[in-house]
């Protein structure tokens, strides 16, 4: 299995931004069933941009026009570049890398947004 380690978050100002990392280790690290998870407490896990098997970002509704993901397949690090942060995105921000039922998980890097 691979190795996902979140790096970035922090508390920031409404209409603030920030960019979070995600480095990836192991056997196998590809840049495809890639991608960026938040949860808030009490609740289920939701995608908020993710790269599939057939290589399209998916990126949730409510984060369109403000987040942009990316993958470093050099590095192989993965990024969520978040602009125009609002409070409805306090989260815990985690990355993940596994197509759908083989999916490993990092710890997770808290992102608040204040108003």
């Known amino acids: 299995q691979v190795q996902l380690l979140e790096s970035g978050g922090a508390s920031v100002q409404a209409g603030g931004s920030l960019r979070l990392s995600c480095a990836v280790s192991g056997r196998t690290v590809r840049d495809y069933c890639v991608g960026w998870f938040r949860q808030v407490q009490g609740t289920d896990r939701k995608e908020v941009a993710y790269r599939d098997e057939e290589g399209i970002i998916r990126y949730a509704e409510a984060v369109k026009g403000r987040f942009s993901f990316s993958f470093d397949n050099t590095k192989k690090t993965l990024y969520l570049q978040m602009d125009n942060l609002k409070p409805e995105d306090t989260a815990m921000y985690y990355c993940?890398?596994?197509?759908?039922?083989?999916?490993?998980w990092g710890q997770g890097t808290q992102v608040t947004v204040s108003s």
């Open positions: 993940a890398s596994g197509c759908p039922g083989t999916r490993t």
